[in-house]
């Protein structure tokens, strides 16, 4: 099945700075590529997604890239401010509903 | 969001009992899912079901069996407790034709924890 690795597990960056979360994965199939933030005390909820044919995707201040060839994919937040410390999740799947999910990186930001 | 509904919400319970965890939606959702988070291991798969009377084993199976009792209902149940499946469970669901890349996006409940004492 399909394995995902993410670092750093913890990230802690002062207010304003960027935040880069890199995941790598072992099956050369897979096709979707989401993320999922969680907030203390909160449920896990998908932030930004690609899939396979797609090289980079940006949503304001987040935006995910994806290097086939590496086998590895990264979240990027910039400007960051407080309301982004949070747990983030990356996943994988070639089959959009069994995703496999990296450890989890725990993000903070200070003020 | 309450319309992934898990309960209870805390449990504290003993070796060798048996647990049962319920996860209702009114999302009208086909697929439903309980996963289990550990510190340090991230979300594992347990079980998902597609549809009533559709059960797959996920990736940590062992010890755990669900109901899919109605499209609404997905029930996991731990038949004899024990301490190392003390743990965060959340309840998932998806729409196969959901999400703004085409794919299934989950939408969680609130989670369950369970300790095992």
């Known amino acids: 099945g399909e394995n995902v690795e993410q670092h750093p597990s913890t990230l802690s960056v002062q207010e304003g700075d960027s935040a880069v979360i890199k995941c790598t994965y072992s099956d050369s199939a897979s096709n979707y590529f989401p993320w999922y933030k969680q907030e203390l005390g909160k449920r896990p909820q998908l932030i930004i997604d690609?899939?396979?044919?797609?090289g980079e995707k940006k949503d304001q201040r987040i935006a995910v890239t994806l290097n086939k060839t590496a086998k590895h994919f990264s979240l990027h937040i910039t400007e960051t401010q407080p309301e982004d410390s949070a747990v983030y999740f990356c996943?994988?799947?070639?089959?959009?509903?069994?995703?496999?999910f990296g450890a989890g990186t725990t993000v903070t930001v200070r003020a | 969001d309450a319309d992934v509904t898990q309960t209870p919400r805390n449990r504290i319970t003993k070796t060798g009992k048996r647990i049962m965890l319920e996860c209702s939606q009114t999302?009208?959702?086909?697929?439903m899912y309980w996963y289990r988070q550990d510190p340090g291991l991230g979300l594992r798969l347990i079980y998902y079901?597609?549809?009533?009377?559709?059960?797959n084993k996920g990736e940590i199976s062992d010890g755990y069996s669900v109901s899919r009792q109605a499209q609404a209902k997905f029930s996991l149940s731990l038949e004899s407790a024990i301490p190392n499946q003390t743990a965060l469970y959340f309840c998932a669901t998806s729409d196969r034709q959901g999400g703004h890349s085409g794919a299934n996006v989950l939408t969680f409940g609130a989670g369950s924890r369970l300790t095992v004492l």
């Open positions: 999302k009208g959702h086909d697929r």
């Open positions: 996943a994988a799947t070639l089959n959009d509903y069994k995703l496999s």
């Open positions: 690609i899939r396979s044919n797609v």
């Open positions: 079901s597609f549809d009533v009377k559709d059960i």
